[in-house]
């Protein structure tokens, strides 16, 4: 099989036709149609195997992952997607490698609504590069440099869980059988918030996307609006799913804080705006926690259940740290 047969085969389907698709794969440039006046939110994602998932993981997970991670990105600006560009780089042509990978990469984008408009393939060690556009109308992309004091600090969903069921895959935690199913796949099938992010829009002031840590994330929303945080343990535990306090409240903490690949989003609001968050979560069926706020003061503070400053242990992923 040759690449052009490859890429017939597994990426050029016929897809439904998409609103933000004028010419999609075939040519030497994809054709997108932003609404006019829109404004183009575009962003890349890269995943090297051995380093952001394991050889052995399933094909069709990492293909919903690989988008997923992506979408995130735009969820967390408020943008609508338009089409994605998949960058492949494969050892060798393994079919069924390749039927799962596709599988798993077309679902979500059949249901996020992102088709692949264009990509590049050649042989080399397995490396996925996707590049995600979205639209947003001007002014309202949701900024990291846009937090003010008193704002209210959200997170959506659970977090830590990936981290959990990675800790698992290391042997350092145990779990029976279906709370390590969870777990997984929050870790192998993280959903990307876009229904939120869009209702968000006009409603929140800053948001970002976790996936180095709730720490290491809102830390890069409070460096760009130079402000700082209080946030509360009490109300982190009530982001933890059940099956990751049953590690202890201290490890939950420690996971929802700085454990990274939760692809949730982290977003702050003004006071005023507490019904209007809380009906945009209504409304995309998202659960949404409200566990702190911005302040002047620079710097990152978290309060015990008690309401005693708590060392922060840790920061957020980095990769070259
Ligand atoms: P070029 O000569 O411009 O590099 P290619 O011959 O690599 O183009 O690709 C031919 C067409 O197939 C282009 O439209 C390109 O966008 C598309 N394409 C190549 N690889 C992929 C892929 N992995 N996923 C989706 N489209 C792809
Ligand atoms: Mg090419």
């Not at 609404?35 to 995943?47: I, K």
């Not at 338009?82 to 039927?99: K, R, V």
């Not at 209210?152 to 290391?170: K, N, P, Q």
């Amino acid at each position: 099989m040759g690449e052009f047969e490859l890429i017939r085969r597994f990426f050029d389907r016929a897809a439904p036709p998409a609103p933000g698709v004028a010419l999609g794969i075939g040519d030497d440039c994809a054709l997108l149609l932003p609404q006019p006046g829109q404004q183009l939110a575009v962003s890349t994602d890269m995943l090297v195997e051995g380093r952001h998932f394991l050889a052995t993981v399933d094909p069709a997970a990492l293909g919903h992952k690989a988008l997923a991670v992506n979408l995130s990105d735009l969820a967390a600006m408020g943008a609508e997607p338009l089409g994605f560009t998949l960058a492949l780089a494969l050892p060798q042509a393994d079919e069924a490698w390749l039927a799962g990978f596709a599988q798993g990469l077309f679902a979500l984008s059949d249901a996020a609504g992102c088709p692949l408009v264009g990509g590049d393939t050649t042989r080399g060690p397995l490396n996925l590069c996707l590049t995600v556009m979205g639209q947003v109308p001007p002014g309202q992309a949701l900024r990291r440099a846009a937090a003010r004091a008193g704002d209210d600090i959200w997170v959506s969903g659970t977090l830590g869980d990936a981290r959990l069921a990675l800790e698992v895959f290391r042997g350092g935690a145990t779990l029976d059988g279906a709370a390590f199913n969870r777990v997984r796949a929050r870790m192998e099938r993280p959903t990307p918030r876009l229904a939120l992010g869009l209702a968000l829009r006009g409603v929140a002031h800053a948001a970002a996307d976790i996936s180095d840590g709730l720490a290491g994330d809102l830390g890069h929303i409070l460096n760009a609006s130079g402000v700082g945080a209080t946030l509360w343990a009490e109300a982190l535990l009530h982001t933890t799913s059940t099956d990751l306090r049953g590690q202890g409240d201290s490890l939950a903490l420690a996971y929802a804080l700085t454990g990274g690949d939760d692809y949730e989003l982290v977003f702050t609001a003004p006071v005023a705006q507490r019904e209007a968050v809380a009906q945009a979560a209504a409304r995309t069926g998202v659960a949404v926690t409200r566990v702190g706020q911005i302040e002047a003061t620079p710097g990152l503070r978290v309060l015990d259940t008690q309401g005693r400053p708590m060392a922060l242990q840790g920061r957020a992923f980095d990769h070259f740290a």
